[in-house]
Protein backbone atom coordinates (compact mmCIF):
# COMPACT_ATOMS: atom_id res chain seq x y z
CA UNK A 1 0.00 0.00 0.00
CA UNK A 2 1.26 3.68 -1.02
CA UNK A 3 1.61 6.24 1.84
CA UNK A 4 0.14 9.88 1.72
CA UNK A 5 2.43 12.98 2.46
CA UNK A 6 0.06 15.46 4.02
CA UNK A 7 0.42 19.38 3.84
CA UNK A 8 -1.40 22.36 3.90
CA UNK A 9 -1.15 26.09 2.38
CA UNK A 10 -2.64 29.19 3.23
CA UNK A 11 -4.33 31.85 1.37
CA UNK A 12 -3.97 35.32 3.15
CA UNK A 13 -5.44 38.36 1.49
CA UNK A 14 -5.00 41.71 2.83
CA UNK A 15 -6.03 45.03 1.19
CA UNK A 16 -5.75 43.35 -2.74
CA UNK A 17 -2.44 41.16 -2.35
CA UNK A 18 -1.99 37.82 -1.52
CA UNK A 19 0.71 36.62 0.44
CA UNK A 20 3.55 34.41 -0.95
CA UNK A 21 7.09 32.69 -0.47
CA UNK A 22 9.53 34.14 -3.50
CA UNK A 23 11.74 31.40 -3.93
CA UNK A 24 14.72 30.40 -6.29
CA UNK A 25 13.62 27.80 -9.08
CA UNK A 26 15.63 24.99 -10.39
CA UNK A 27 17.12 27.10 -12.96
CA UNK A 28 17.54 30.49 -11.00
CA UNK A 29 14.67 32.42 -11.52
CA UNK A 30 11.91 33.83 -9.46
CA UNK A 31 9.24 31.49 -7.87
CA UNK A 32 6.06 32.26 -5.77
CA UNK A 33 4.32 29.57 -3.76
CA UNK A 34 1.92 29.65 -0.86
CA UNK A 35 3.10 29.47 3.04
CA UNK A 36 2.31 26.19 4.38
CA UNK A 37 4.05 23.19 4.36
CA UNK A 38 4.09 19.38 5.72
CA UNK A 39 1.90 17.97 8.71
CA UNK A 40 4.51 16.08 11.53
CA UNK A 41 3.66 12.92 13.17
CA UNK A 42 0.40 13.47 15.76
CA UNK A 43 -0.04 17.16 14.44
CA UNK A 44 -3.73 18.24 13.18
CA UNK A 45 -3.44 19.84 9.69
CA UNK A 46 -4.74 23.18 10.71
CA UNK A 47 -1.91 23.10 13.25
CA UNK A 48 0.81 22.42 10.95
CA UNK A 49 -0.67 25.24 9.00
CA UNK A 50 0.17 27.94 11.58
CA UNK A 51 3.15 26.27 12.27
CA UNK A 52 4.23 26.35 8.78
CA UNK A 53 3.28 29.77 7.95
CA UNK A 54 4.78 31.41 10.78
CA UNK A 55 7.99 29.30 10.40
CA UNK A 56 8.25 31.02 6.41
CA UNK A 57 6.79 34.19 7.47
CA UNK A 58 6.79 34.84 10.51
CA UNK A 59 2.80 35.71 10.54
CA UNK A 60 0.59 34.18 12.90
CA UNK A 61 -2.82 33.58 11.54
CA UNK A 62 -6.23 32.16 11.81
CA UNK A 63 -7.02 29.15 9.57
CA UNK A 64 -10.56 29.82 7.54
CA UNK A 65 -12.22 27.51 5.20
CA UNK A 66 -11.39 25.11 3.60
CA UNK A 67 -11.04 26.13 0.12
CA UNK A 68 -10.04 23.10 -1.86
CA UNK A 69 -7.71 19.64 -1.88
CA UNK A 70 -4.81 18.49 -4.30
CA UNK A 71 -3.82 14.68 -4.15
CA UNK A 72 -1.15 14.01 -6.80
CA UNK A 73 1.46 10.88 -7.26
CA UNK A 74 4.50 12.03 -6.52
CA UNK A 75 7.13 9.36 -7.56
CA UNK A 76 6.00 6.30 -10.30
CA UNK A 77 5.64 3.11 -8.27
CA UNK A 78 8.56 0.44 -8.76
CA UNK A 79 8.40 -3.06 -9.04
CA UNK A 80 4.87 -3.29 -8.81
CA UNK A 81 4.64 -0.97 -5.33
CA UNK A 82 1.82 1.86 -5.05
CA UNK A 83 3.91 5.02 -4.84
CA UNK A 84 3.87 8.00 -2.61
CA UNK A 85 1.51 10.49 -2.96
CA UNK A 86 0.54 14.01 -1.69
CA UNK A 87 -2.61 15.24 -0.22
CA UNK A 88 -2.87 19.01 -0.47
CA UNK A 89 -5.42 21.14 1.71
CA UNK A 90 -5.78 24.76 0.90
CA UNK A 91 -7.22 26.95 3.46
CA UNK A 92 -8.41 30.31 3.29
CA UNK A 93 -6.71 32.28 6.45
CA UNK A 94 -6.11 35.39 8.25
CA UNK A 95 -3.46 37.91 9.91
CA UNK A 96 -4.16 37.60 13.53
CA UNK A 97 -2.05 40.87 14.46
CA UNK A 98 -1.11 44.06 11.83
CA UNK A 99 1.87 42.01 9.72
CA UNK A 100 4.99 43.46 8.19
CA UNK A 101 7.03 41.52 5.24
CA UNK A 102 10.17 39.66 6.55
CA UNK A 103 10.81 35.86 6.16
CA UNK A 104 10.35 33.37 9.03
CA UNK A 105 13.17 31.74 11.44
CA UNK A 106 12.78 28.44 9.92
CA UNK A 107 12.67 29.54 5.48
CA UNK A 108 12.09 26.67 3.01
CA UNK A 109 15.98 25.91 1.93
CA UNK A 110 14.71 27.38 -1.68
CA UNK A 111 13.09 30.13 0.16
CA UNK A 112 14.72 33.85 -0.80
CA UNK A 113 11.73 36.36 0.77
CA UNK A 114 8.00 37.03 1.47
CA UNK A 115 5.90 39.18 -1.13
CA UNK A 116 2.30 40.79 -1.05
CA UNK A 117 1.51 39.97 -5.08
CA UNK A 118 -1.09 42.09 -6.31
CA UNK A 119 -4.40 40.24 -6.78
CA UNK A 120 -4.94 42.01 -10.19
CA UNK A 121 -1.44 41.67 -11.60
CA UNK A 122 -1.26 37.45 -10.59
CA UNK A 123 -1.19 36.64 -14.18
CA UNK A 124 2.20 38.45 -13.88
CA UNK A 125 3.84 36.35 -11.41
CA UNK A 126 5.15 32.49 -11.61
CA UNK A 127 3.18 30.85 -8.58
CA UNK A 128 3.90 27.15 -8.55
CA UNK A 129 2.32 24.11 -8.69
CA UNK A 130 0.84 25.83 -11.42
CA UNK A 131 -2.54 24.32 -10.42
CA UNK A 132 -2.45 26.85 -7.42
CA UNK A 133 -1.48 29.33 -9.71
CA UNK A 134 -4.93 27.97 -12.08
CA UNK A 135 -6.60 27.81 -8.62
CA UNK A 136 -6.02 31.43 -7.79
CA UNK A 137 -7.19 32.63 -11.39
CA UNK A 138 -10.03 31.29 -10.99
CA UNK A 139 -10.70 32.65 -6.89
CA UNK A 140 -10.23 36.02 -8.13
CA UNK A 141 -12.18 35.56 -11.65
CA UNK A 142 -15.55 34.44 -9.52
CA UNK A 143 -14.75 37.50 -7.26
CA UNK A 144 -14.12 35.14 -4.20
CA UNK A 145 -10.72 36.90 -3.66
CA UNK A 146 -11.38 40.42 -3.48
CA UNK A 147 -8.52 42.26 -5.99
CA UNK A 148 -10.01 45.65 -4.70
Known sequence: ????RISAKAIIVEAGKLLAIRNTGKNGETVFKLPGGG???SE???????????EETGAKVKVGELVT???RELA???N???GESKVEFVFHCALKNEYRLRVGDKPDSKQ????????????T???RPRRMKTLLDNLVGEEILAAS
Open 44 to 54: SVNRALTREVF
Open 69 to 71: IHE
Open 80 to 82: GAE
Open 39 to 41: QKR
Open 125 to 127: YDI
Open 112 to 123: VGVDWLDLRKLS
Open 76 to 78: SPK
Open 1 to 4: MGSA
